[in-house]
């Protein structure tokens, strides 16, 4: 999976063996790499800014303590990857206790992005909200997979192997994910708004 994405001198699994070794130029590397994709899944998750900055920061930390034990060749992103959500979601216990989310912009650009437009800002706003209140309806593991796909775009085969599943448990998630959030928002579109 990664090596058909990255060139040589980015291999994942190259810079890994290399970091092992010491060489803190290959793991700032990897780094740089992955960390626009581990913030995205982190903020989709904690769905604040400053918690998944400290999320992507315990992730790397983490991942540089545990190479040692990343076996060669079984997808250093998905292991990555597999890392960043469990870290995430041991902040989100934590800190769900604190306070309530909240969905910050950057969570749900990719979803507004692929609703079709609506002819007004009242109508566009109105229906972004109807797709907050049906994504904070799902259950953890269908609100996951569904923004690893559409916010993230990774493949079922990826989501499955970030979350530790089946892909036929995932693409299943994915399935009731669709069909709960349709459900919801032609309830609350027949309703005026009220699911």
Known sequence: MDQERFPDHEDPEVLCRRARRGDRDSFNRLVRLFQPKVFKLVLSILRHREDALDAVQETFMKVYSGLDSYQEGKGFEAWLMRIAKNVAIDHYRYQHSKRRWSWEKESLSLVES?????ANDHAQKEMRHLVEKALSRLADKQRLVFLLRYLQGYSF?????????????????????????KLFIKESLETGGQP
């Not at 085969?157 to 959030?181: D, N, P, Q, R, Y």
């Open 114 to 118: 692929s609703l079709a437009s609506p």
């Open 157 to 181: 085969e990826e989501i499955a192997a970030i979350m530790g599943l089946a892909t036929g448990t995932v693409k299943s998630l994915h399935f009731k994910a669709l069909e709960k959030m």
